[in-house]
Structures are given as C-alpha cells and as structure tokens.
C-alpha cells in the first residue's frame, strides 16, 4: 500500500483545509504517467479507510471529526499514555489517562473514544477497542513473587507485569533479564501469560542491556549461511588490479574522515584544481553494488536490515564483516571499487558541471575527525605536507559551500548530544559531549552536494529511483512554534519561512534557551524519509536529494548506485524495469520504518546506560533545563548527562499548581510561584527506574521556582478569570 503517497495527500488537504478535486490533487502533487495509477490506489485505500471523502464532481475533502479516533497507542511508564491518530484533522497526539488505557500496550493499533475534560478545553480519550497488537515477544526483568514468576516488561509497553508458565524447568535467578514470548494477551481481569525464551543475563551490564534492546525492537544480528556464502565468494573474487571499465586514480591524493572507532570506510575525498584554476572535488563511494546483486541473499538480507545500526558498544551491521569492514572499506592503501562524482566549482563555490565515474581509488591517510580538526588548528600531527595542504584547502571550500546553501535556506539546527565513556571492559563509566568539530561538516557539505549531484542527474534521464525526502511543516505546527518561542524571547513570524526560523536559531545559538528553542524547532519539522516522490528536502533546500554517500549502511544508498550504474553503462530501461514506482514506495516505507527503530534503539540503549550510572548520584543536585511543560509535571534536561527526567507537579511544593498552556509555565496559584519553558533550574536526583527508562528528579531546596512578575502573574490571572467565565457559561447552557 503507497503509504508516503497517502501521507503527501492528507498533509496538501491539511494545510488550509481546503477541499480540491482529483485533477487538482494530482497537479499539486506532481502527479503523472505510472505514478497515476498508484495515486488512484492511495484515494480508493484512503476513502475504504474514512480519512477521507470524495463527494460529488471528484472534489475531495476530509471527514468531519467525530467523537472516536484510531491511531497507535504508545504508553508511559507512569500509566498514562498517547495516541498518535490515523485521521487527520488532529492537532497532535491525543492524552489517554491511566485508568482509561484498557489492556493496549505500546505500538498497538487502537479505537479511542474522544472526551472532553470537565471545566478544561482539553481533550483526552478513552480505548475502547484495540484491532492490532505489536508485539508477539517482550523483554523484562524476572521477579519471584508470593503468587510465581513474573516479567515486568522494559520500556513501558506493558503496564503489567507478565505471569510466566512453565519455569520450573530452568536455571534462572530472581533478578534476571529475560525475553519472553507472549501466549495470551492481558484482559481487564486477567494479566498476560508468556514463557521465557532466552536469558539475558543481569541488569546493568553492558551486554545484557545490548541483547535486551535488541530483542525489543526486533534488530537483525546474526547472517543467513547464503549471505555468508555469498559474501566470501565475493571477496575471493575481488582483484583490486583489474581496471576493466574504470578510472584508476590510486595516484590521486584521496584521505578518507571518520570516528575513531570506524571501522567501514564508505566515503573518501579528492580535492584538485582544474587547468582553468577551478577547485574540482571528487567524492568517491565504495561500490557495493558490485558485490551485492540485486535479488540474491545478500541483497535480501540488506534490504530486511535497511540499515546499520550502531548501538554504544556493538554494531549490527547491514552487510558481513567480509564485506563492510573488508573489500568494500576505503581502507588507507588498499585499492578499492568505487563510484566517484566529481564536482567543478567557480569562484561563488557554485557547481559548474558533475561528472560521474565507476572508479578505483586507493586512499592515502585515514583521519579521525580530531586529527582534522587539530591540523586546522596549526598542529600537523606529523602528517605529511601535501594531506595538510588538502585539509586547508577541503576548509576553505567546504566554508564557501556552506555559506552558499545556508543563504539558499539550509536549516543548520544544534545538536546536544553526549556520547558514552566505556573502560576496557565495555563497561560505561562516563558522559562527555559529543564532538561537534568543523570537519564533521566539511565532510557533511560535500556528501549534500554529491548527493544532490546524483539525484539531479537521475532525475534529469527520468531513472526511477529512492529520493531522500522531507516535506514542509504543517503550517499549524509553525504557528503553534511562532507562538511558544515568543515566550522565550524569540520573536517568529506566524507562518515562518526556513530563513526566519535560521535567524530565530542564530539568536540564540550560545544562550541558555539554546536547548529548549532547538528542541521546539524540531518538534515542528516533519521526519525525513525514503521515497521515490518528488517532494524535495526542505530542510536542505533542496529540491532534488537522495542518499548515495553510504551503500555500505544504508540499503537506500545501494538503490541509487544501481541507478546510477544503469547511466553509467548506458543501461536506463533496465533500472527502470528493475524498480518500478510502487516498488520503490513499497521499500522506502521499510527502510523508513528500519531506520526510525534503530535510531529509537540506539537511543533507548543510551538512556538505560546512562539511567544506570545515575543510580549511583540518587539524592545528589544537579542543573538542567526545563524542555517541556504538561499538567503532570515538567520535563528537565540534564545537560551533564544528555537525558531528560520528570518533576511532577506534586513535587513543586505545597500549592495548587495549575498549567498554563497558553504561556508554557506552571503557576502556583496561592503563592504565584512559577516554572518557565526554557527555565535553568537546580534539581535533586529522586529514583532512578533504568528497565522504564524513568528518571524522577524534584526541585533543589531554596530553588524550586521563580516569582512572577507582577505584569506576569495579572496576565496569567486574567486568562484564568476569563476560562473560568467560559467554562461556566458552557455548564449554563
């Protein structure tokens, strides 16, 4: 089912809530030859689905909202939890309280019944029926209890524990991790029924909470004998001598940036000039496609994966160890296959012409991304004279590039992230930040600009292929950000172009509601995903774009080198045959889907290491700022660790504490305390729940709030009257 097409027509019929007739759908969208027939698919599926209508004179439109919704349930820890709806129409995800769960667990697909909250504007909802479950296995830790063996599960995605059939048989202890398999679903009476299928081992350690994280989300480790076998055959028969249709630039001065724990080398760069004085970049893509045919074991245990996935302490790689760390890794001084795109620049760093080769290189120095950094600070780390020379050089024009694209509208957000301190055991010991040095975006400014190059060209001979896809905000998202950024200080237009919102991010780059603002910037931006529509990428600027820089991790990259191949040997019409457009729409919802559970994976493996570590500082104070306010608390962020932990409203202090969604604070109303968006705050570690990954924090002594203003507290006060008069008139009538 075209899922990203059906996706692309509820956001046009979203943004103004306009209704427009099919031929206009289909002008808007960009629709025509084999695409026509899939959009005729996505209208039928959409309307069988009620999301939307199609009237009289073709004229489409959406259904009236109505008091039930179907969407995915994804529970809290604490009980509560969220829908994300199916229909749109919807602001948002819809608040499902503890006592109106019903037996759903996370990723189940549900029917929720729509209330509105006594005296409030806010809606909440009740689950009435569930029409799938997610999952089929659970991960948790084993408890003995008075009553047998139990599961509680990780994660929150059941809310009760599981009872545990037929354990007398094996060699478990009170304590440990365990994956199970679910035989009966939970009903309001009875709790779910399941047998363990693997021990874990203890929580805590490292390996233990990798195999846990893998087993919850269902990550692929080990290879299928025919993928092994495939693998080794391909590399017996690699000869890194043989030129036959390709550029042999093992004379080129070619280095390769990564990590420092890389150990597959799938990008490489050049860096010349011309006869007419003009910067020509090379960048030069290991050519898995050779090794990886299109069809066989290999190429299906690829395209299951989607992607690597780097978790902290173990890599599950998209290809064998043979392959990704092997023949196809741009090892320093080793030859190698690769498809290079060669970019001639003019003085305005403005690409002049692109060139396309099959290729082999032989890279001189691998560097880490520290060590470039270094030698652009004038220390040459021993490295030889002509590497210095290219680095300096890589600088200044990948500087010119990115001043290019960022006046064209590139967004540049900043990140926050940390990454994990490890002993030689594997064990983590520490938080530190993670690098941010300018090479990273060197290497990031000339793998866009290759990128765009490819999908330009692809485009330009009508080649079917994965375009790399990110769709402008809703435009009720840009208003509702407009708005909680001007009680930050930012000022934003109300429907903001991709320039404002740069110049709201450059405001307050360096200050302390860095954080918050970039947190709120991206809650607002639709997801990047895979697909062969043409939307462009706006976050980029783009109006072309696709991934062609990693085929080692990425199964979207090896698609588009096999398009690219069908242009390079003259061989269009079979790429087309090969992928056909409800093909690829078909594999870039997979691979989509593959790619947003290794990220939550990696995510959830980083938050439940670093959960532990924290057990040790229990009752210990510690700074952070507040991300994100609700009526049950505040969340804050630990900039030390790079987590996020609660303070529920009860914790605040002894006064009624009453949320103020219009301003984002929390507004003690007796005492007129109050708890900002954006506010640094001291705060004290409470409990700490790893498996839940729950952390409970509560406020300092003598910092739990800031006063309000007097103009601060009349204005809050002021909307209070005025709800309370709407709220009792409403009951009036």
């Known amino acids: 089912m075209p899922e990203v097409i059906k996706s692309h027509i509820l956001h046009l019929l979203q943004k103004d809530g306009t209704p427009r007739r099919l031929v206009h759908l289909e002008q808007e969208l960009g629709v025509r030859g084999e695409l026509k027939t899939v959009f005729r698919e996505a209208i039928e599926s959409l309307c069988a689905e009620g999301r939307i209508i199609v009237g009289p ?80 296995t659970a991960v948790g830790t084993l408890r003995q209890e008075p009553t047998g063996w139990l599961v509680q599960p990780d994660g929150g995605d059941f809310l009760r524990p599981i009872q545990i059939e037929g354990i007398h048989a094996r060699a478990i202890r009170h304590g440990d991790k365990v994956s199970v398999e679910i035989r009966s679903y939970p009903t309001r009476s009875q709790p779910a029924r399941g047998v363990i299928t693997e021990v874990l081992g ?90 990886v045919p299109e069809g066989l074991a290999l190429d299906r245990a690829a395209r299951l994966r989607g992607n690597s996935v780097y978790l902290p302490g173990k890599t599950l790689p998209m290809l064998p160890e043979l392959l990704s760390n092997g023949i196809c890794s741009l090892q320093p001084g080793q030859r190698r296959y690769t498809k290079s795109v060669f970019l001639t620049y003019n003085k305005d760093a403005r690409v002049q012409s692109a060139r396309f080769a099959n290729t082999i290189v032989q890279s001189k120095v691998r560097l880490t991304y520290l060590q470039a950094d ?34 064209a509208g590139m967004l540049k957000l900043q990140t926050f992230a940390n990454e994990l301190v490890t002993d030689e055991s594997g064990q983590v010991v520490g938080v530190q930040p993670e690098d941010t040095s300018y090479p990273h975006t060197i290497i990031e400014m000339f793998m866009v600009e290759a990128n765009v190059a490819v999908a330009t060209l692809l485009d330009r001979y009508c080649i079917p292929f994965m375009r790399r896809i990110h769709p402008e905000p809703d435009p009720n998202a840009l208003y509702r950000l407009s708005q909680t950024l001007r009680l930050l200080g930012v000022t934003l237009s109300r429907q903001p172009q991709r320039s404002d919102i740069q110049a709201a991010l450059d405001q307050i780059r360096d200050g302390t509601t860095a954080l918050p603002v970039s947190l709120l910037v991206l809650r607002s931006l639709e997801r990047a995903t895979y697909s062969p529509a043409n939307i462009g990428h706006y976050a980029l600027a783009a109006s072309k774009y696709c991934h062609f820089t990693s085929p080692i991790r990425r199964y979207a990259d090896l698609m588009v080198h096999r398009a690219l191949q069908g242009y390079l040997v003259g061989n269009v019409d079979r790429i087309r045959r090969l992928y056909a457009f409800p093909d690829l729409v078909e594999i870039g919802e997979h691979i989509s889907e593959t790619e947003q559970a290794a990220e939550e994976a990696e995510k959830e493996l980083k938050t439940i290491l670093i959960l532990h570590l924290l057990h040790r500082r229990v009752g210990e104070d510690l700074g952070g700022v ?3 306010l609700t009526g049950y608390g505040a969340a804050v962020h630990l900039p030390e660790y790079g987590v996020e932990g609660l303070v529920p409203r009860e914790a605040l202090g002894p006064d009624h504490w009453q949320f103020d969604e219009q301003n984002q604070c929390l507004l003690g109303r007796q005492t007129g305390a109050i708890l900002r968006l954006g506010q640094a705050i001291q705060v004290r570690i409470v409990d700490v729940h790893p498996a839940a990954g729950q952390l409970d924090l509560a406020p300092a002594v003598g910092l739990v709030v800031k006063t309000l203003e007097r103009s601060g507290q009349q204005t809050a006060r002021r909307g209070w009257a005025r709800k309370r008069r709407r709220n009792r008139k409403k009951r009036a009538t």
């Open 202 to 291: 203890r929580p805590g350690r490292s390996d233990t909470e990798i195999s846990a994280v893998i087993h919850r989300h269902g990550l692929h480790d080990a290879f299928d004998p025919s993928s092994l076998v495939e693998a080794a055959n391909a590399k017996s028969a690699f000869n890194p001598h043989d030129t036959r249709g390709r550029e042999d630039l093992a004379g080129t001065l070619i280095v390769t940036i990564d990590p420092p724990d890389a150990k597959d080398f799938d990008d490489a760069v050049s860096l010349t000039r011309d006869k007419h004085g003009q910067w020509v970049l090379g960048v030069h893509i290991a050519d898995v496609s050779h090794f």
């Open 626 to 628: 507040v991300v994100s």
């Open 374 to 407: 270094q030698v652009l600070k004038g220390n040459a780390c021993g490295l030889p004279k002509d590497v210095v020379a290219l680095l300096h050089d890589m600088d200044g024009l990948a500087r010119s590039i990115e001043a290019r694209r960022r006046r």
């Open 57 to 136: 004179g073709n004229v489409v439109r959406l259904p009236s909202m109505s008091n039930e919704i179907t969407g995915v349930f994804k529970a809290n820890a604490r009980g509560y939890g969220f829908i994300t709806p199916e229909q749109s129409g919807m602001e948002g995800d819809l608040f499902i309280p503890a006592s109106s769960t019903g037996n759903a667990m996370t990723g189940d697909r549900v029917v929720a019944k729509i209330k509105r909250q006594k005296d409030q504007d806010r809606f909440t909802g009740e689950i009435v029926r569930i029409l799938d479950r997610a999952h089929k």
